[in-house]
């Protein structure tokens, strides 16, 4: 049984956490910068721990610093989501140092942070997909070859990253 959990997120999805946490009689430990030192989140948990080094650093991307805090607190980390929750290399290290990660493992994290990789599970496991690419393109005239055969609109994007970063709406 979980006793404690460090939520590595912020605002209303560490709140959410939090609450169930405190249903559950799990204790609770937040993360925070400068900025949020006085956040609803920081005055709700058990226990809280700054990450920031300066006023004007308000990145909650620290691994480092979290995995320490949730060494020295005995906790499980909750990713939350956005931030740390679809970083495989986060997970992997949660692993590697005992501590629990909340969430997919490094390995199935792995697996859909690639979109090919993703896209090929879930034909293996049956599940319906929108039509598409199932390997990389080779060049810019295997792109327009398959484009055509979809028919336009297409979505071009890259197989790595997320976010919408780097996708472009393709209509002729």
């Known amino acids: 049984m979980i006793k404690k959990i460090l939520v590595a997120n912020r605002g209303e999805i560490a709140m959410r956490i939090f609450r169930t946490c405190r249903v559950m009689n799990i204790s609770t430990v937040a993360v925070y910068t400068h900025v949020d030192r006085g956040a609803l989140h920081v005055r709700y948990a058990e226990e809280a721990y700054c990450i920031s080094s300066s006023p004007e650093d308000t990145s909650y991307l620290k691994p480092e610093l979290i995995l320490a805090i949730a060494k020295k607190t005995g906790a499980a980390i909750h ?51 929108i039509p598409g690419c199932t390997e990389p393109l080779r060049d810019a005239e295997d792109a327009v070859e398959k484009a055509v055969s979809f028919g336009f609109p297409v979505i071009l994007k890259a197989a790595a990253g997320g976010g919408g970063r780097g996708m472009r709406r393709c209509d002729s």
């Open 79 to 129: 990713p939350g989501y956005g931030f740390l929750s679809e970083n495989a290399d986060f997970a992997r290290a949660c692993e590697e140092n005992g501590i629990l990660f909340i969430g997919p493992s490094s390995k199935v994290l792995g697996q859909m942070g690639d979109k090919l990789s993703a896209k090929e599970i879930a034909i293996s496991c049956g599940v319906p997909i």
